[in-house]
């Protein structure tokens, strides 16, 4: 049965650009992929209230240790983005492109050809499916084929810097001009948040409340995940720019920042703390462990933390860089750690690290 977009009422302005091997649209011969690109006809619609365009930024696009280096991609071998799966699996997003590997012994189990390998963030939906976030778009992946199924290139930006999937399934995706909202089934752009304070969506979250929270160039803002209005902003942020976002069991949400660690107490929006041995750090990563502790990944080390007090726990050394961008706690029984240089895993009884060689600059 062939579904045409016209009946679904999508109009010029939400035009996306996708491949999905499923539906019968619109069809037109991909030069890179197997698969159809399907493209929306317009249809009477209301005009969509947000701004048009992004205010102009106040900061450069993206905090530095996130910008690309004059250097060529084979050269590169950071790890951006870790996201485990339904599976078990592990899927590790780096500037040498999408692998799935076995967290419990480190083994590749696949590698994904995607059009490109700058990958900024990873996803995966209530079905399975892994979203990924690149430098030059939006792609799904099936973890059963490891095939490109869909894509989308009329984001507010192509630049793709954070992913999100919330409570009714749909992927929030971040850009450094704004946000997106997308149906994961289809792939389609459903709505776009360009005036956002702060312009880029550097991190993402959701509250207690299942609000969407986004870290920005010079705030932190609270939207409304119904809407995709913007329902509360947090200014006074030490340090100005957001950059990692992740919420306790207690409803806190904890912010890194290019200044410390903030907690941040979603209900109130207000800023109940800074961490006092965090700041001055710049903080690009943090995430909760099974069993309560927060690792919190910098520029300058990986440091475990009691979020009751605020105190420094322990730090971990002999990663590939101290520079961390990624974590991914309690998978295959370690905390696996992206960092510029390479991926490495922590045992979560010895706290030792272990780098992985594959994706390693001392072993290319």
Same mark, same amino acid.
């Given at each position: 049965?062939?579904?045409?977009?016209?009946?679904?009422?999508?109009?010029?302005?939400?035009?996306?650009?996708?491949?999905?091997?499923?539906?019968?649209?619109?069809?037109?011969?991909?030069?890179?992929?197997?698969?159809?690109?399907?493209?929306?006809? $317009?249809?009477?619609?209301?005009?969509?209230?947000?701004?048009?365009?992004?205010?102009?930024?106040?900061?450069?696009?993206?905090?530095?240790?996130?910008?690309?280096?004059?250097?060529?991609?084979?050269?590169?071998?950071?790890? $951006?983005? %870790?996201?485990?799966?339904?599976?078990?699996?592990?899927?590790?997003?780096?500037?040498?492109?999408?692998?799935?590997?076995?967290?419990?012994?480190?083994?590749?189990?696949?590698?994904?050809?995607?059009?490109?390998?700058?990958?900024?963030?990873?996803?995966?939906?209530?079905?399975?499916?892994?979203?990924?976030?690149?430098?030059?778009? %939006?792609?799904?992946?099936?973890?059963?084929?490891?095939?490109?199924?869909?894509?989308?290139?009329?984001?507010?930006?192509?630049?793709?810097?954070?992913?999100?999937?919330?409570?009714?399934?749909?992927?929030?995706?971040?850009?450094?001009?704004?946000?997106?909202?997308?149906?994961?089934?289809?792939?389609?752009?459903?709505?776009?948040?360009?005036?956002?304070?702060?312009?880029?969506?550097?991190?993402?979250? %959701?509250?207690?409340?299942?609000?969407?929270?986004?870290?920005?160039?010079?705030?932190?803002?609270?939207?409304?995940?119904?809407?995709?209005?913007?329902?509360?902003?947090?200014?006074?942020?030490?340090?100005?720019?957001?950059?990692?976002?992740?919420?306790?069991?207690?409803?806190?949400?904890?912010?890194?920042?290019?200044?410390?660690?903030?907690?941040?107490?979603?209900?109130?929006?207000?800023?109940?703390?800074?961490?006092?041995?965090?700041?001055?750090?710049?903080? %690009?990563?943090?995430?909760?462990?099974?069993?309560?502790?927060?690792?919190?990944?910098?520029?300058?080390?990986?440091?475990?933390?009691?979020?009751?007090?605020?105190?420094?726990?322990?730090?971990?050394?002999?990663?590939?860089? $101290?520079?961390?961008?990624?974590?991914?706690?309690?998978?295959?029984?370690?905390?696996?750690?992206?960092?510029?240089?390479?991926?490495?895993?922590?045992?979560?009884?010895?706290?030792?690290?272990?780098?992985?060689?594959?994706?390693?600059? $001392?072993?290319?």
């Amino acid at each position: 049965m062939s579904i045409s977009l016209k009946s679904l009422g999508i109009g010029v302005s939400a035009i996306a650009v996708l491949s999905v091997s499923t539906l019968g649209v619109a069809v037109a011969e991909s030069p890179r992929f197997k698969g159809t690109i399907a493209q929306s006809v $317009s249809a009477p619609q209301k005009p969509p209230t947000y701004v048009p365009a992004a205010p102009p930024p106040l900061a450069p696009p993206l905090p530095s240790q996130r910008q690309q280096e004059d250097r060529s991609i084979g050269e590169d071998y950071r790890v $951006s983005a %870790l996201q485990p799966d339904y599976q078990g699996n592990l899927w590790v997003g780096s500037w040498q492109g999408l692998a799935k590997i076995n967290p419990n012994t480190g083994k590749i189990l696949s590698r994904v050809a995607i059009p490109n390998r700058t990958i900024g963030a990873l996803a995966q939906d209530k079905v399975g499916r892994i979203w990924v976030g690149t430098y030059e778009g %939006l792609l799904r992946v099936d973890p059963r084929t490891n095939e490109v199924t869909a894509q989308n290139f009329l984001l507010p930006s192509n630049r793709v810097l954070s992913l999100l999937i919330d409570q009714r399934g749909y992927l929030w995706v971040g850009t450094d001009q704004g946000l997106a909202l997308i149906s994961p089934d289809q792939g389609l752009l459903m709505t776009t948040l360009k005036n956002l304070p702060g312009v880029s969506a550097n991190a993402l979250s %959701l509250d207690a409340d299942g609000q969407l929270w986004v870290g920005t160039l010079e705030s932190l803002v609270q939207v409304n995940t119904a809407s995709a209005r913007v329902m509360n902003q947090i200014s006074n942020i030490p340090g100005g720019v957001v950059q990692a976002l992740t919420l306790d069991s207690r409803g806190s949400l904890w912010a890194g920042t290019l200044g410390g660690l903030l907690e941040v107490k979603t209900r109130s929006a207000q800023i109940q703390r800074s961490v006092t041995q965090l700041r001055g750090r710049n903080v %690009l990563s943090a995430r909760f462990d099974d069993i309560g502790s927060l690792w919190v990944g910098t520029n300058n080390g990986l440091f475990r933390l009691n979020p009751y007090n605020g105190a420094i726990v322990g730090q971990v050394g002999s990663l590939p860089s $101290s520079q961390i961008l990624a974590l991914s706690p309690n998978t295959g029984n370690k905390l696996w750690v992206g960092t510029t240089d390479g991926l490495a895993w922590v045992s979560l009884s010895t706290y030792q690290s272990q780098p992985h060689f594959t994706f390693s600059k $001392s072993n290319p």
